[in-house]
């Protein structure tokens, strides 16, 4: 895609997310060829929102990091996009229902960055030990996600990608103060809906330990040439299937050890 491409498609899809309507497709001159199409799309969007008021940008998403997931969607490999300030909650937050897109929630656990992990060479990759050195702190979290199309199912990959792929927000947790990164596949963590248990799950669902997602993450982004910087934090995967609210929901989540986050949504 060229320039003019990217910033038609990125005003398309951002005019579609803030209007809360709901999104067909873009033109087909318009699609991303590639997933780096997408990317650098994804760019773009993040740009543009942060430019109608959404804050800068403050954290990653990573989709599609387990099996549960993976068979949900239907698509086969991680999937990394970003989270603006505006959609950034702590525990406890009650978040407004707008416009007539369904809104869903998801388990996860998340870590947040106390220094940079700057592009390298593909000669020395990213890998688990090397990504769990970067981490400062791990806290339980829900992502917030939006189906916000007409019907996902027929859309590419490459558009859900450069759209953040259902990302609508996430609630942090209370971080843990010295809770080593290299037990984060020990968690286990339950998510309730209005105090029903809905699903659960542990963190070697994630690509069998946390850390691989970020490792994949810190990969993805040096082959783009972007930093992943210190103080951002990275949603690392759901360890339950998506779950789809109606407003007065509230939703918590119980992770040990971990601790607990909540979300209430309201009309």
Not at 60 to 80: D, E, F, R
Not at 97 to 123: I, K
Request: with cysteine; charged share 20%.
């Amino acid at each position: 895609m060229n320039d003019t491409q990217i910033n038609l498609a990125a005003a398309i899809l951002v005019e579609a997310r803030l209007a809360r309507d709901r999104f067909e497709a873009l033109p087909d001159e318009l699609v991303p060829a590639s997933e780096g199409d997408a990317y650098r799309l994804q760019e773009v969007v993040h740009r543009l929102l942060t430019a109608h008021g959404q804050g800068d940008f403050v954290g990653h998403k990573i989709g599609c990091t387990t099996a549960v997931m993976q068979a949900y969607l239907g698509i086969h490999n991680p999937s990394a996009g970003g989270v603006l300030r505006a959609e950034t909650h702590a525990s406890g937050a009650v978040v407004q229902v707008r416009g007539a897109n369904r809104l869903g929630v998801e388990c996860e656990v998340a870590v947040r960055l106390s220094s940079d992990l700057p592009p390298r060479s593909a000669a020395a990759p990213y890998d688990r030990a090397t990504v769990g050195a970067a981490v400062g702190e791990c806290m339980a979290a829900i992502e917030i996600v939006e189906d916000r199309y007409v019907d996902y199912g027929a859309l590419d990959a490459q558009t859900l990608i450069a759209d953040d792929f259902f990302g609508a927000g996430v609630v942090l947790g209370r971080p843990v103060a010295g809770f080593d990164p290299e037990a984060l596949d020990q968690v286990f963590a339950q998510m309730l809906i209005d105090g029903s248990e809905v699903g659960s799950g542990c963190g070697e669902d994630v690509l069998g330990h946390p850390l691989e997602a970020l490792a994949w993450l810190a990969r993805s982004a040096s082959t783009r040439g972007i930093t992943l910087r210190a103080g951002e934090f990275v949603m690392l995967g759901s360890l339950v299937a998506t779950h789809w609210i109606d407003p007065g929901s509230a939703v918590q989540i119980i992770n040990d050890p971990l601790g607990e986050v909540s979300v209430r949504f309201v009309a």
